[in-house]
């Protein structure tokens, strides 16, 4: 019991190392302008490197599963480790936008998300008794990643240049993830693990989940939580200067208060869901997201109004995040979490990519954000009807005894 209790320490440290490594990512606005700057690329394109990445991580993760049973997970994550380093040391020699998109936003996006998944994945299946906690804690260390490397970034790319930084960075990075991964231990489930939320709960394969309605529901309701929670990472600089109008230091303080706020939600939000259920923290998280947007959209803003919905849709975001996997896991079972969870992921990446999309469509920030709220407000109805599948059909046939039983025994 001992050995297993020290097992289980060492597993969390591991997966805390490889989390802050990989979260690493989520500083990537502080490059568009230097990169922009030393090549004369166009902003914008240069941010597209972002959305790449995002649609790259979420898509790896649908051959995490397969990848892992060939090569075991310390080996896997390792490996996702060395490539992902060495994609941001050799984007520090790209001298096209091309080379930028295929090193920085796929490779890097792609090590990203099979280390992402496997490793969540993996440590939710050693706790499975506080496994919305424990989910806090390992995507908070993902976010946690972003606001510790926001300085360390900063400071090499003041110091010694763009190029500098990004072969640092990723020199870190491969060290940080690595080691954790020696750490690391891989977990044994059953075939007949039963979830917290539900003792009738089955193991769905991945054909089996693809069957139900309750898979393309959670699709949505992830889809939306990272569309409005991805399109603020990546332009929350910008939305400062252009709609609250922050001076550009001002502007850039609220890319360090999503990065708390969005750690705080992992970690809070991830131990809330454990006491007052997973889909109302998700349907809570979406109404204050709506209604942060409206505000964003609609009110003439100042410092403070900025901040405090910036910071809301941040925390929001983050518990979102936290709280899918173990959705999925009560929803679908542990023993096949990589490749279901690994296909409502893509919600992840397309919600990445849209947000760009249709922020050109309709023409800005304020129109975008309107249409997040809508969005927002379907999935708020959608989480808070949605039941596992199956329950409702169990429950109705325990009723149905039930009231067989009390019918004969009067």
Known sequence: MKENKNNRISIIVGTILVML?????????????????????????????????????AFSTLFSGKIQEKIGLRRLIA?????????????????SIALLYIFAGVVVGAANGVAYMTTLSNIIKW?????????????????????????????IIESAGVKAGFFYWGLIALIMIVAGSLLVKEAK????????????????????????????????????????GLYLIGSVKDIGV??????????????????????????????LSDK????????GALLVTAIAVIVLSTVELNYG???VCVAGIAFCFGGNITVFPTIVAEFFGLKNQNQNYGIVY???????????????????????????????????????????PGLKTKNKKNWTMESYQEKHAN
């Open 127 to 155: 706790f499975p008794e506080k496994k919305g906690l424990i989910s806090g804690i390992a995507v908070g260390a993902y976010g946690s990643g972003s606001l510790v490397f926001k300085y360390i970034n900063s400071f």
């Open 305 to 307: 109004i900025f901040f």
């Open 276 to 283: 007052v259920g997973r889909l109302n923290v998700v349907a």
């Open 21 to 57: 490594g990989l979260g690493t990512i989520y500083t990537w606005s502080l490059y568009n302008q230097p990169l922009a700057d030393l090549y004369g690329w166009d902003v914008s394109a240069v941010s597209t490197t972002f959305s790449i990445m995002s649609f790259a991580l």
């Open 346 to 388: 893509q919600g992840f990446g397309l919600g990445a990519l849209s947000a760009s999309f249709i922020s050109v469509i309709l023409g800005g920030f304020q129109p975008t954000f309107k249409f997040i709220a809508v969005l927002c407000f379907i999935s708020f109805i959608i989480s808070m009807t949605l039941k596992a």
């Open 189 to 228: 489930v059953s075939g007949n693990t039963k979830t917290a939320t539900a003792a009738l709960q089955r193991d769905y394969s991945l054909k089996e989940m693809l069957k139900t309605k309750e898979a393309y529901l959670l699709f949505v309701i992830l889809f939306t939580a990272c569309m409005s």
């Open 242 to 271: 252009s709609m609250a109008g922050l001076d550009i230091t001002s502007a850039a303080n609220a890319v360090a208060l999503v990065a708390i706020f969005n750690t705080l939600g992992r970690i809070i939000l991830g131990a």
């Open 79 to 95: 490996t996702s480790g060395i490539t992902l380093g060495a994609g941001l040391m050799i984007s520090s020699q790209a001298t």
